[in-house]
């Protein structure tokens, strides 16, 4: 059968002085991609978590690599140990190292070696509302972002909250990369619009690639 799509090729498109998204270039290790996800969610399951000031986010989250984002009653840190099962998180798989290395290159960061990986689930209505990724100790380090399964509009400012705001909609196979002027711009996602995708159902994936520990 005549593939219309076959040739379509990832395209850049800027977003801010540091910052890129690589369109579509995680399409093609979208399956590999989501069967490491739920290993390490066999392992490290999904869980919504509490904030210090006890608000029950509505993403699910999960953790693989080194260190893991995660909250308790002082606030937000990495852990080396999932405090769920009192067992460190799951290892990076290499599907993933390999993917955040390439897209990571494409963007113009070459030497990014993560060592966390946060994986969000959003199910229609969830949301992350704006914030900056501002809990690694090293920002020359960037953030690699690869949205899986049902679009999402993300929202993308500057260093101050109150910022003029992007809206972009993100699509399956989607990387948004950013670091370097923009390593600390307030960004977030709307929330979830009901729908169905082919490889999710019905939800959206997101993995953040972090530098969270000191360079090695
Ligand atoms: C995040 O800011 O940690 C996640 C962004 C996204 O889900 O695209
Ligand atoms: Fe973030």
Known sequence: MLDLFADAKPWQEPLASGAVIL??????????L?????????????????????????VAMTNCGHLGWTTDQHGYLYSPVDPLTGAGWPPLPDVFVDLCQQAAIAAGYPDFHPDACLINRYNPGAKL???QDKDEPDLRAPIVSVSLGLPAIFQFGGLQRNDPLKRLLLEHGDVVVWGGKSRLFYHGIQ????????LTADCRYNLTFRQAGKAE
């Open 129 to 131: 509302s704006l914030h």
């Open 34 to 58: 989501l069967q490491a996800i739920s290993s390490v969610a066999t392992l490290s399951p999904f869980r919504q978590m509490v904030t210090p000031g006890g608000y029950t986010m509505s």
């Open 191 to 198: 929330p979830l619009k009901t729908g169905y995708h082919p």
């Open 23 to 32: 369109r579509r270039f995680a399409f093609d290790a979208a399956p590999s």
